[in-house]
């Protein structure tokens, strides 16, 4: 592979490609199987990017791809710099780039920082003894005098953060599970050893990056105790939840390990990085990565991803802490991902789901900020009930059945209504695909004008096409129990948000309605009338509108 030069961009008010795009999330398990044996991989990918770019979205996020053993479904990386068999090899990877560029799809990647597998060569050597040259590339630590964990910190998938390990007779941290040992960031040679990982997809001609987990990259070095939650009274199904995580995340010299990645990254073309930073109160850490100088370009947040109602309000709150300043930073969201049970499930009954999947994309395309559509989500597929019998997920199966898991979400997309196993593949499916997807599967919504699938095409298009949503300032005007009016507003023109997730009908009109036009509208909205469950978006010229609404 040859590396690109960096490119400058073309005057100081050109926008980059990625501030205000709409990316597609990829599962790659669950997106396209080309060979048959029930996992998705990265030709499947290839053969259905045509699908992808007819949507209007301006880059694919393909879910980790590299060698693992699968205990976390790729987020245990084996090598970070190789195509694990299932999904192909590195030849498979760089036609998909290839093709994917030449519909104009940019292309990010997952990279796993903040751990490992446990099969990784990197901890062979590290367990190995404590003189090793690779010893201190992991975070290990003496047991207390009694024999305890070095600090009382959980993990994310439940149960002690750390695991004892005779070899060394020590213990070594996880924060998700025990096959996931913690990098030791603290070590300058581990951080080198990721920039590398970093420079070796650059230059197999990535558009960018997706740094997974990555406020779990650093610890505490005294291993302080953290200290207990507050009980609100929700119930807590894990270990975890008992804990506020001072002390085993979120460490500052994250924010250091973020500028070195931006250092290489600006070495190349026209490059996006977006940093996933969950946790109680992310939004200042988000802020702190993205706002710093050299920072990352944007952080992914979970404030719409476990939302259990669509709430007016719950925006109002998110959308004001991300206002239009230097010091803030620029945001990205999501409704849905491979993580969180499908929105409109969340946010809807089961009679509800096809509208409130419409109203879900309306009010996606109207935020300020990138957005991410997770697959599926152009068809309106709901969160899939799946058995027991049948989960893969190592969280849902540890806390069945109070935990919803992750399963649900990541069921494989329906290519074809009448087709074995829904076009995905030609042999059963490593997760069932509900009845209730294959009947919206893509052939069936391409042959719709009036499907979910079109209504992507035409909102996205239509985000594309006019700078005041694709970039443009935003500001929330009213937000009540059900309705929520968005203001987006550029050089040129003004438009209007305005959304009824209420089961009644309503009304709301600005101070000058003559002078505003209907731009798009779904489930039965006019200007000003809103059926339930439904939005509008209306616009006005700058040069025809004084005043303000």
Known sequence: ???????????????????????????PRSFADSNGDGVGDLPGITAHLEHIASLWVDAIWISPFFTSPMKDF??????????????????????LVARAHSLNLRVIIDQVYAHTSDVHAWFAESRADRTNPRADWYVWADAKPDGSPPSNWQAVFGGAAWTWDARRGQYYLHNFLSSQPNVNLHNPRVEAAL????????????????????????????????????????????????????????????????????????????????????????????????????????????????????????????????????????????????????????????????????????????????IFIYQGEELGLSQAKISFEELRDPEAITNWPLTLGRDGARTPMPWTADATHAGFSASKPWLPIPAEHQALAVDVQN????????????????????????????????????????ERSSAGERVLCVFNVGLNATEWSPVDPAQWRLLAAVNGA????????????????????????
């Not at 592979?1 to 990829?26: E, F, L, N, S, V």
């Open 1 to 27: 592979m040859t590396r690109r030069p960096k490119q400058q961009t073309a005057g100081p008010a050109a926008r980059p490609w990625w501030r205000g795009a709409a990316i597609y999330q990829i599962y």
């Open 74 to 95: 790729g987020y245990d990386v084996a090598d970070y710099c190789n195509v694990d068999p299932m999904f192909g090899g590195l030849q498979d990877f760089d036609t």
């Open 195 to 370: 920039l590398d990982v970093a420079r070796f997809w650059l230059d197999r001609g990535v558009d960018g990056f997706r740094l997974d987990a990555i406020n779990f990259a650093a610890h505490d070095p005294m291993l302080r105790d953290n200290p207990p939650a507050m009980d609100t009274g929700a119930v807590r199904t894990r270990s975890f939840d008992f804990q506020q995580h001072v002390h085993n995340q979120s460490h500052p010299i994250i924010a250091d390990f973020v500028a070195r990645i931006r250092s290489v990254t600006d070495c190349y073309a026209s490059i996006f990085t977006v940093a996933e930073v969950g946790g109680a109160d992310p939004i200042p850490e988000m802020q702190r990565l993205t706002a710093q100088p050299g920072g990352i370009n944007s952080a992914y947040g979970f404030d719409f991803l476990y939302a259990p109602t669509l709430s007016p309000r719950l925006f109002q709150k998110v959308l004001g802490q991300w206002p239009d300043r230097p010091d803030v930073g620029w945001p990205s969201w999501a409704f849905s991902n491979h993580d969180a049970p499908r929105a409109v499930s969340r946010w809807a009954s089961a009679t509800d789901r096809a509208a409130m999947a419409c109203l879900n994309l309306l009010l996606l395309i109207s935020l300020r900020g990138n």
């Open 447 to 486: 042959a719709d004008a009036t499907s979910q699938l079109a209504l992507t095409r035409i909102l996205l298009s239509l985000r594309k096409n006019h700078d005041a949503l694709f970039c443009g300032d935003c500001g929330v005007v009213l937000a009540t129990d059900d309705l929520l009016v968005i």
């Open 526 to 549: 006019t200007l000003w009338r809103l059926p339930p469950l439904s939005g509008f978006l209306a616009e006005v010229s700058v040069d025809d509108l004084p005043g303000s609404v």
